[in-house]
């Protein structure tokens, strides 16, 4: 009897515990996950609901076999036994309920429509222009037909990332489990990230910074450190994907690059931004022209060959379209971006009327008429995945 009284009141107090501990651990995991929180909360449930079947049963049985007691004793005994087997027999019932609701929680929450993306690491459109492709920390999501979904292959975290007329370029790190060497030194795929093929100094180097001509091919990186390839830091070029390396002078360059851009059809101009301005080179990056004095944060070269800049003049952002060959400016209408900037800007390569960009706190916008109108695809990372 003791037992039971006493297991009792403790298994209904421990249950509660053991609910806010699921409920709690569970919501860290959605933070992460999105669903960990309902799966766990499932798992303790299923648990508690077969736990207080068993005492219920165990409790009722007691009670019955001193159905026909008579001594007052074991009549009081079966009273309290009656009453534990109540309390298991309530508990029961509300676990199995809890138990109902979190499955259900736990279907609608394994099938979330919401991508979150909280680290954007580019922009570009695929070869026909009918998705634009957003590489991020974990993989490529593609925007289609007014939702997201996942890229093919493996979760790679790209950096670098430049379109180009038949795919597009790379550098970054592999995914966790991948048979991939870390670092990717310079990468294309023509599958829209289900494969790709190593170019060069892979395994060896990282480009935060790298551009290719969508047209030529030309690829400049800004390279960190040196590698078998590129024995010093600094600016270098390829023209022939990768397989020799010339490094440029870069005269006439101030600040630290935040931006690089190559032209799509003269694979000998380059375009650098940095903190004290734009910086154009007709030479390969031997020596450059200094344009503007805006703060650059995003250079993106059309396949006309315009330079569309995001700036950043305190207190505003602003995203410019900018003529090489005359030096013209049009200050192009974005919507009020609060202490951020484009960090990303593409144009649809078979509809120019087309343009995309995103932010440094992920939020991503498109416009279907040239940039009069523009609207918003994802809100710091997260946006409407397809069914």
């Known amino acids: 009897m003791r037992f ?35 799966t766990y909360f499932l798992i303790g449930t299923g648990v508690l609901f077969v736990l207080f079947l068993i005492l219920y049963r165990l409790a009722a049985n007691k009670a019955k076999q001193l159905h026909h007691a008579k001594k007052q004793e074991e009549r009081n005994r079966r009273q309290q036994l009656s009453k534990t087997a109540n309390r298991f027999r309530a508990a029961w019932i509300l676990s199995l309920a809890g138990f109902i609701i979190s499955g259900a929680a736990a279907s609608v929450g394994g099938r979330t429509n919401e991508m979150s993306v909280p680290h954007i690491h580019g922009l570009g459109y695929s070869v026909d222009g009918e998705r634009l492709l957003m590489p991020a920390h974990e993989g490529i999501v593609a925007f289609s037909e007014g939702h997201w979904s996942q890229g093919p292959g493996e979760k790679h975290d790209y950096m670098g990332f430049s379109a180009v007329d038949d795919g597009f370029y790379s550098s970054g790190h592999p995914a966790p489990g991948s048979d991939k060497k870390n670092p990717f030194g310079v990468v294309k795929s023509t599958d829209e990230g289900k494969s790709f093929q190593t170019l060069a100094v892979y395994g060896e180097s990282d480009f935060h910074l790298m551009g290719a001509g969508y047209k030529t091919k030309a690829i400049y990186v800004i390279n960190p450190q040196p590698n078998s390839q590129m024995k010093s830091p600094g600016l270098y070029y390829s023209k022939d994907e990768g397989k020799t390396w010339t490094r440029s002078g870069m005269q006439g360059m101030a600040g630290d690059p935040a931006a690089i851009a190559v032209h799509p059809a003269n694979d000998a101009v380059v375009a650098i931004g940095t903190e004290q301005g734009l910086f154009v080179s007709q030479d390969s990056g031997q020596n450059f022209e200094k344009l503007s004095d805006a703060r650059v944060t995003s250079l993106f070269f059309n396949e006309r060959g315009s330079l569309f800049i995001g700036s950043y003049r305190a207190p505003a952002a602003s995203l410019l379209q900018f003529d090489i060959e005359n030096k013209q400016t049009v200050e192009m209408n974005i919507p009020a971006l609060t202490e951020d900037a484009v960090a990303y800007f593409a144009q649809n390569p078979q509809n120019p009327n087309e343009l995309a960009f995103a932010t440094f706190k992920s939020d991503v916008f498109i416009s279907g008429d040239s940039g009069e109108t523009w609207t918003k695809i994802a809100d710091q990372g997260k946006g409407k995945m397809g069914d």
Do not use: P, R, Y
């Not at 509660?16 to 995991?29: C, P, R, T, Y």
């Open 4 to 38: 039971f009284k006493k297991t009792g009141w403790l298994t209904i107090a421990g249950s509660s515990l053991l609910s806010a501990q699921v409920f709690a651990h569970g919501a860290e995991e959605e933070q992460a996950t999105g669903v960990a929180l309902s």
